[in-house]
């Protein structure tokens, strides 16, 4: 279980640092801002109490928000994101019962589950993240494109990520 | 009491999502607001620092594109500088020495205009006189002599370059202080062509023509250029000099103007002196 905090820890300094410098400078016509952070929220462990789901998500959108100016905006979409994992965690199967180290990760629910839960919840979170800051439906196509692209590299990102961060011992 | 506990217990996952959720809207209509602003001050102390020291890497592959910068904001400022201005005042000052009277008088001026491939040259200038030039003054640079006014405007001057076929400077070689004249032939702007060098006289490639100061306009011992070649043309007692100007006309940039302030005395002395002769 501690290492299980200590990873994390570090996962979340690593993910905002890939945030900062390096997403946030992907900019295609305006368009796509992957947001590769939430893969923090999306791998914290099932066992995760709901209110430390809520404030480590919103802790991490926070982080964000500090580094882009944009306070509330990221702390917003990611605890709208951590209230909808419990749900589509129920809707994409839940993890087996009888194994209890079991995290939503890659390795470990396979590649077809972790494929509908990392989309689902990319999805969730740019939808509300985009709504909320356009704030308007006056541009809607516009921003549904925006939302789908995103979502798309977005997710594209975080099956990367979870290949090359993959433990060896799983991947034989 | 208890119910509401239970109630908080029942719900806490909705109602801490509700709250935080209303917290970061808050924040972000608020944004203007002092609290939210005092947020990102304080935050930005660590982002701040953070970003710098990463831009202080970053900012090496930079490199290229903000000396394209720099070089333009430059050439902006060039733009912007004393020099390109035309100058209704002179630039040039004056130190009343009572041990040396001063003689010789300089004005900054820029070519404007230039040719150096047609048989008479001409040169623009960028002061003219509000700037104090006057007909005959001459016009050198740190290299050598590059010409003589021959007509100023109010802002403008026009110089006849030494590459044309008017131009008769006389012209020292500065190791026997042999006297001579200089023309040029119209072929190449690196080139001149002394003459009026009696042919008796010892000189070798590579002296060094110079100024006579023989003229009411050219202080003496200002370069002119090198001697490159020499011959006696049949039947002459003179030398035919080729040599190389000491100036790159096809690259001058500034210039000096030399007023010479004595010069309407040695005039006025010379006139004196042709009335003696007459007599």
Do not use: C
Request: hydrophobic content about 45%; overall charge positive.
């Amino acid at each position: 279980m501690n290492r299980l905090v200590i990873n994390n820890i570090f996962r979340f300094i690593l993910l905002v640092l890939i945030q900062v410098l390096v997403m946030n400078k992907v900019n295609f016509y305006g368009f796509l801002n992957p947001y590769i952070y939430i893969l923090f929220i999306l791998l914290l462990p099932f066992e995760t109490p709901g209110w430390l789901l809520l404030l480590l998500s919103f802790l991490m959108g926070f982080t964000v928000d500090l580094f882009t100016g944009t306070l509330g905006l990221h702390a917003a979409s990611s605890v709208f994101a951590a209230f909808v994992r419990p749900m589509i965690i129920k809707l994409v199967g839940e993890k087996p019962d009888y194994d209890i180290t079991t995290q939503p990760k890659l390795q470990q629910m396979g590649l077809k589950w972790f494929i509908a839960y990392a989309l689902l919840m990319t999805f969730a979170h740019h939808l509300f993240l985009n709504m909320l800051d356009v704030f308007s439906f006056d541009e809607i196509w516009q921003t549904l494109l925006r939302i789908l692209v995103s979502s798309l590299f977005t997710f594209l990102f975080i099956m990367l990520f979870e290949y090359i961060f993959a433990p060896k011992k799983a991947k034989a | 009491m208890r119910n509401i506990l239970v109630f908080l217990i029942r719900y806490h996952f909705l109602l801490l999502f509700l709250l935080l959720e209303i917290f970061s809207v808050t924040l972000l209509v608020n944004s203007t607001y002092y609290q939210s602003s005092a947020i990102l001050k304080a935050g930005s102390r660590v982002t701040g620092s953070f970003y710098n020291s990463i831009s202080n890497a970053t900012d090496y592959l930079k490199l290229r594109t903000t000396n394209e910068h720099l070089a333009n904001e430059n050439a902006l400022l060039r733009q912007m500088k004393g020099v390109s201005f035309l100058k209704n005042d002179t630039s040039s000052f004056w130190i009343n020495d009572t041990l040396y009277k001063q003689q010789y008088k300089y004005i900054v001026a820029k070519v404007v205009l230039n040719t150096v491939g047609k048989r008479n040259n001409y040169i623009m200038l960028d002061k003219g006189s509000r700037s104090g030039i006057q007909k005959d003054m001459a016009v050198i640079t740190s290299n050598g002599i590059v010409g003589t006014v021959v007509t100023v405007s109010e802002n403008f001057s026009w110089v006849m370059s030494m590459l044309n076929k008017h131009t008769r400077i006389s012209g020292r070689i500065m190791k026997n202080n042999q006297m001579g004249t200089i023309v040029w032939n119209g072929i190449d702007h690196l080139y001149g062509t002394l003459t009026d060098i009696p042919a008796h006289v010892k000189i070798s490639k590579g002296d060094t023509i110079v100024s006579s100061g023989y003229s009411y306009i050219f202080p003496a011992g200002l370069m002119i250029g090198t001697i490159t070649d020499f011959r006696v043309e049949q039947g002459e007692h003179f030398y035919t000099i080729p040599f190389r100007f000491s100036v790159d006309f096809n690259a001058l940039q500034y210039v000096y103007v030399v007023k010479n302030l004595m010069k309407d005395e040695q005039e006025s002395l010379e006139k004196s002196m042709e009335g003696v002769k007459d007599e």
